[in-house]
């Protein structure tokens, strides 16, 4: 089993930047595929970024590519989502999450997800 803590979530106004982290712990997710999902209240849990084992290949949804960069840290087991240029339509609860495999943009490809840590982005 492994379990994941999301960290960095806050309020920020529209502009501004946050980056959140995810630490796992109990498991090493070396060989994983992480991703960051969010989940908007009265929306379906969406994608957002993922990253390859290796770091060596990133994936990003269309609303969050050139805003927002993942990379992640197997030394220390973390990944990250830095957030830029943030809109309020960015406000969700954000999630990382760990994958053996699949497509990394489809939720039910992943194995291990942390409790989530809100984003709200101001006007």
């Known amino acids: 089993q492994a379990q994941l803590v999301e960290s960095g979530g806050g309020l920020v106004q529209a502009g501004g930047s946050l980056r959140l982290s995810c630490a796992a712990s109990g498991r090493t997710l070396r060989i994983y595929t992480l991703g960051w999902f969010r989940q908007a209240p009265g929306k379906g849990r969406e994608f957002v970024a993922a990253i390859s084992w290796s770091g060596g290949s990133t994936y990003y949804s269309d609303s969050t590519k050139g805003r927002f960069t993942i990379s992640r840290d197997n030394a220390k087991n973390t990944v990250y989502l830095q957030m830029n240029s943030l809109k309020p339509e960015d406000t969700a609860l954000y999630y990382c999450?760990?994958?053996?495999?699949?497509?990394?943009?489809?939720?039910?490809?992943?194995?291990?997800w942390g409790q989530g840590t809100q984003v709200t982005v101001s006007s």
């Open positions: 999450a760990a994958s053996g495999g699949g497509t990394y943009s489809h939720p039910t490809n992943y194995n291990y």
